[in-house]
């Protein structure tokens, strides 16, 4: 019995494709998790692509607009 | 050079991230876990592209503290900010596969846990960053070293110990209908964390530049 115990604690070792036909049995529907789970990494990349470009944008014109101003000296 | 790269890297990462769901609907499901088990694909791959991530930023934090850099300083941040992002989407993919497949959101395990303290460990970086004033650069970039120092401790953590998260033995042993769609992937994380990397590494180099304008028209 421990024994068993201690297999059951390991982490799977290796994935293993479904040829079973339907998976359509499982109880806990995966595709709201699936479809959360992508809806997630492309809103987090996107939010991060968005912010970080305009932020560049607003820093390389106070850039520009500031060397301006250090060259004529006001 | 590099600038002139990020738009077409940009481009070439949203062609490899719009042709994936294709791949990953196609794909099969997995034995004991079923259909749940595609978060696979973008989860696994954010969670290379952040301990890459981590390991650019202890490298550049190291050189920053040896050498005092403004370059390697500038990566470190970037680094560590995309280390931040990446590491957020795995925190949050996964739970959503841990509910279904192994029937709970959270457990404290090695892998688990130690990714939850390398994200909090990159998270007092940027923090430190934005309030420590002064001499911030150096204080984070000794953070960066030893948060950065973690990533292979991460990685390895399923082998070490008994966790409940698989083992690193599931990449080399990924059937090919499976590895194709991860390397896919794969290949589009690291396509956009290059272009990420330019993007924010330019970002850091122009407000220095700026901050440095600003304290020359103080003078």
Redesign the interface.
Known sequence: MPLLL?AL????????????GS?GQ?T?P??P??Y???A???L??LF??FT??R??GK??R??TD??A??RTGK | MMNRLVPIL?IAAAVV?GYA?FLIRDS?????M???????Y??VS?ALTMMLSAVVCAIASAAYLRRRSRTADHVALAAAELAV?FG??VL??GP??A??SWGFWWVWDA?VTSTLVMWMMFSSYLLLRKYAGVGSETLSAAVGVFAGVMSPLVYKS?DIW??????T??LP???P??RGVWLWCLVGFLL?YVA?MA??T??AA??A??DD??L??ED
């Open positions: 201690f604690a390991q982490g799977q070792g290796q994935f293993v494709p479904f040829t079973g998976v499982e806990l995966a595709t998790l699936i959360a789970a992508y997630v990494v492309w987090v990349l991060y692509v970080l470009w932020k560049l820093v390389e106070e850039l500031v060397a101003r250090v | 940009l991230f769901p099969p499901a997995e034995d004991t079923g259909v749940v088990f595609k978060i696979f973008f989860h954010s992002v957020a989407i949050i993919t959503l596969w509910r279904k892998r399923v008994r966790t409940q998260h698989p083992t033995n599931v042993s990924l059937p209908g499976m956009l990420l993007l924010r330019r970002l122009s407000q530049a700026l304008l600003h020359a028209l």
